[in-house]
């Protein structure tokens, strides 16, 4: 079974929005993992009917390292980005898992991605499940 790790922070509603959709498409032919940096985020990712849940800097530094694919924001691959609930050691740990990582291009960080032309949200919920998951689905 694919473990999915679905990582987000503040109120987690991206990381929600996330579950729900792979959720909606793949039911639980797949193990989906919430991993917040806060208890509040891993909460509302559970509400969303993550299959299991954990907090904070350790629970993603374990867990990172056993997940097949990490879905979040691209923040997460940055130090210090989240308003500053995602560490250096977080970033660190995301970026040199060996999972396939899928990263919305949203963040509040002063950044900027040349050549990037932003879609709403929810179209790129969309292409996370047409574009990507559909494809790895199809190799397991």
């Given at each position: 079974?694919?473990?999915?790790?679905?990582?987000?922070?503040?109120?987690?509603?991206?990381g929600?929005?996330?579950?729900r959709k792979?959720?909606?498409?793949?039911?639980?032919?797949?193990?989906?993992?919430?991993?917040?940096?806060?208890?509040i985020?891993?909460?509302?990712?559970m509400k969303?009917?993550?299959?299991?849940?954990?907090?904070?800097?350790?629970?993603?530094?374990?867990?990172?390292?056993?997940?097949?694919?990490?879905?979040?924001?691209?923040?997460?691959v940055?130090?210090?980005?989240?308003m500053?609930?995602?560490?250096?050691?977080?970033?660190?740990a995301?970026?040199?898992?060996?999972?396939?990582?899928?990263?919305?291009?949203?963040?509040?960080?002063?950044?900027?991605?040349?050549?990037?032309?932003?879609?709403?949200?929810?179209?790129?919920?969309?292409?996370?499940?047409?574009?990507?998951?559909?494809?790895?689905?199809?190799?397991?």
């Amino acid at each position: 079974m694919l473990k999915i790790a679905v990582i987000d922070g503040q109120g987690g509603g991206i990381g929600s929005a996330i579950i729900r959709k792979i959720k909606e498409a793949y039911g639980e032919s797949v193990e989906l993992i919430a991993l917040g940096t806060n208890a509040i985020a891993t909460a509302a990712m559970m509400k969303a009917k993550a299959n299991k849940g954990a907090t904070g800097e350790n629970a993603i530094l374990q867990n990172v390292f056993q997940a097949d694919i990490i879905i979040g924001p691209l923040s997460i691959v940055m130090a210090n980005s989240l308003m500053g609930e995602l560490t250096p050691k977080m970033a660190e740990a995301i970026a040199s898992s060996s999972a396939h990582k899928i990263l919305f291009p949203l963040f509040q960080e002063d950044l900027s991605l040349v050549g990037f032309k932003g879609q709403p949200f929810p179209h790129l919920l969309d292409a996370l499940i047409r574009d990507e998951l559909n494809e790895r689905m199809n190799h397991v």
